[in-house]
């Protein structure tokens, strides 16, 4: 009985998802991109504090997934010109060092790519205000 509520449960969650990556502008889509590395990276420290390695690597696993195939993959390295360069080689970095915080077992490297995403997140949020301001 219970695994039919948590199946329904997972399959409302992900329509609602579809529904909001379905909807969104560009600039969210990035923004739910920083949304999801960085709740990986919330969960890969909580695993870490409760010393479930498995649960740990699984959520560092995805963040990286996030990083590399979501936000690496995304930028326009022809269009973007330095500025997609640099974000190329934040996002390798980033990766690397959440390869260290779970071989590690370090949260300093967790905390370090937490704050690098949140500051990116932050700067989205204000090109997505600006680009709504001007439409």
Same mark, same amino acid.
């Given at each position: 009985?219970?695994?039919? %509520? ?6 409302? &969650? ?9 909807? /969104?502008? !560009? ?12 709740? @990986?990276?919330?969960? @890969? ?5 409760? *010393?479930?390695? !498995?649960?740990?690597? %699984? ?19 022809? @269009?973007?010109?330095?500025? *997609?360069?640099?974000?190329? &080689?934040?996002?390798?970095?980033? =990766? ?9 077992? =370090?949260? !300093? ?13 932050? /700067? ?12």
């Amino acid at each position: 009985m219970f695994g039919q %509520k948590s199946s329904a449960a997972t399959a409302y &969650a992900r329509v609602g998802i579809e529904t909001k990556v379905s909807t /969104a502008s !560009p600039h969210q889509l990035i923004v739910m991109l920083y949304d999801g590395a960085l709740q @990986a990276i919330n969960t @890969a420290a909580a695993s870490m504090e409760a *010393s479930d390695i !498995p649960g740990k690597g %699984k959520a560092i696993s995805q963040a990286i997934n996030i990083i590399t195939n979501g936000l690496k993959a995304s930028l326009d390295m022809e @269009a973007g010109g330095e500025i *997609s360069d640099r974000l190329a &080689a934040l996002y390798d970095y980033m =990766s690397q060092r959440l390869l260290q915080a779970n071989l590690q077992n =370090s949260r !300093p490297a967790l905390d370090e790519v937490s704050n690098l995403l949140a500051d990116l997140r932050g /700067a989205w949020l204000e090109i997505a205000n600006v680009a709504t301001e001007t439409a």
